[in-house]
């Protein structure tokens, strides 16, 4: 196995992992592919949403959620103009979607008024740190995108919404979104629309027996990490503290500074899609309905995962992590089920954090985007006939190898040649990792309980998108949310070698 730093021949992507013996003259046109695919790769791989199986039936039933009261929140007291330019890290998801999160609670709903009241009033205090979150985008005199947030702004958009027939059991079920394209506000609205729509909205739903918050986050402003340090604030002060325990890092510049004019002002300027390949004829892609799932693994699941991968440890090699270890796993199976050819490729990708990979390190409570995508490829058969340390020993050293100096490299190239694209899919059979089961998205308590599920919405899913949560049950359990081709997932669902306890 060759490590190929891709700068030469092909400088659109960095350290890709491949069999010299595997590049035929037939799968070095698929390497070609990818070369253009992973093309402006510090973008986000959120695409534009295939289908999701039973979204048509499902959309033509009479809505059961009622909107009673849409309002606005502000902070609470008055900050005069505050503004901040967007960076290199933030400009890629201008032409993403919204990014969605639901988090459902049991029990609250005989007091739902109350409750309501009680978290609009912390938002109010929350928004007095984060109060970008308050604003829009906007432009400076040079075309330059930036945060803005006056006094006399909307705010934060909040619905009120009741679905009394709905039950926190028909919510929690581990399959689908479909139910939750109500739940959760702007639902297919590009990130570019925050020029004139609020960066944040918010929506409450009375369930029969819970709560429902659905949020939906301007991704050009805030990645996963800064979106639960402000869920957490936001809960910390419903809990009854009088200010937040970390506030939030505003000064992007000191991240990076790079001065950038964009020629997007509406979401027609926007591209829907941008070059899309997959393996074999491209033109004769065929867009197919998606499912979504949730795959519980436990603690000893978890262990059994990352023994089998650290099982034959070669000579001055560190050990896999958990992460490392479940990312192979869900590969390997993810690649098994889609029943590729062994010389077809696929890609895995993860989206690193570089708050301490950048120079000067960033401080956890950096509020905004600073994550890079770090892409690993390799052909079907390699990935499938090698044992899971092959894997993980590729996604480990292109992990340890994204360094300041890559990742200034990856800033200075699309700072020469800016682009923003949202592709239609992720071809060449695409695993894409987002969220972390860092994140303690269980400890979101604003008073009365922690949520009995937190999911991602509709939005930014594709063919291989995973989401990462920690298992409600705390410990080392983990829950892995897949999308795939409908087909795809119900060979998943059977394949006992990746299920292990789930």
């Known amino acids: 196995m060759n490590f190929i730093n891709a700068s030469q021949p092909y400088p659109d992507y960095k350290y890709v992992y491949i069999s010299k013996n595997s590049l035929t003259k037939r799968n070095q046109n698929y390497f070609f592919y990818i070369s253009i695919l992973l093309r402006f790769s510090c973008s986000s791989l959120h695409f534009p949403q295939s289908p999701m199986a039973g979204d048509q039936v499902a959309e033509e039933k009479k809505s059961s959620v009622k909107i009673l009261t849409t309002t606005n929140v502000k902070p609470k007291k008055p900050l005069g103009k505050r503004e901040c330019q967007l960076t290199t890290f933030d400009l890629p998801y201008l032409a993403f979607y919204y990014n969605q999160k639901l988090l459902i609670y049991k029990g609250g709903e005989a007091d739902f008024e109350d409750i309501v009241e009680k978290l609009k009033d912390g938002l109010g205090l929350v928004l007095e740190d984060f109060h970008q979150l308050a604003g829009n985008l906007g432009k400076d005199e040079d075309g330059v995108f930036k945060v803005v947030y006056e006094d006399d702004m909307d705010g934060v958009v909040v619905l009120v919404a009741a679905a009394e027939e709905l039950a926190v059991e028909d919510l929690t079920a581990e399959e689908g979104t479909t139910k939750f394209k109500e739940l959760i506000p702007y639902y297919r609205v590009l990130n570019l629309e925050g020029l004139h729509r609020p960066l944040l909205a918010v929506q409450f739903t009375k369930l029969k027996n819970g709560l429902a918050m659905g949020c939906a986050f301007n991704h050009a402003i805030l990645d996963g990490t800064s979106t639960w340090h402000f869920m957490s604030s936001w809960a910390e002060v419903c809990r009854g503290s009088t200010s937040i325990s970390v506030p939030p890092f505003h000064d992007r510049t000191k991240a990076r500074n790079t001065r950038l004019k964009l020629n997007m002002s509406q979401p027609s300027d926007a591209p829907e899609h941008a070059m899309s390949a997959a393996n074999g004829d491209v033109s004769a892609k065929v867009e197919l309905p998606l499912r979504e799932k949730v795959f519980k693994f436990s603690e000893s699941a978890i262990d059994q995962i990352k023994s089998k991968a650290n099982a034959y440890p070669s000579e001055g090699s560190k050990p896999f992590s958990t992460f490392q270890s479940l990312s192979t796993h869900v590969w390997h199976a993810v690649t098994r089920a889609r029943q590729l050819k062994p010389e077809d490729y696929t890609v895995f990708t993860v989206f690193a954090d570089c708050r301490k990979r950048v120079d000067p390190p960033m401080p956890e409570s950096y509020f905004g985007n600073l994550i890079q995508a770090i892409f690993t490829v390799t052909a079907a058969g390699l990935l499938l006939g090698n044992p899971p340390e092959y894997g993980a020993a590729m996604i480990q050293k292109a992990i340890d190898m994204h360094d300041s100096k890559v990742i ?55 063919d291989g998108m995973v989401y990462l949560y920690p298992g409600k049950n705390g410990g080392r359990s983990i829950d892995v949310e897949i999308t795939l081709e409908a087909n795809a997932m119900e060979r998943l669902e059977k394949d006992n070698e990746f299920l292990m306890e789930v």
């Open 408 to 462: 200034d490299a990856r800033n200075k190239e699309w700072e020469s040649n800016p682009k923003i694209f949202q592709f239609k899919d992720a071809g060449v059979n695409c695993v894409a990792v987002g969220s972390s089961p860092r994140f303690k998205v269980y400890d979101i308590d604003f008073g009365w309980g922690e949520p009995e599920s937190v999911r991602s919405g509709s939005n930014n899913r594709f």
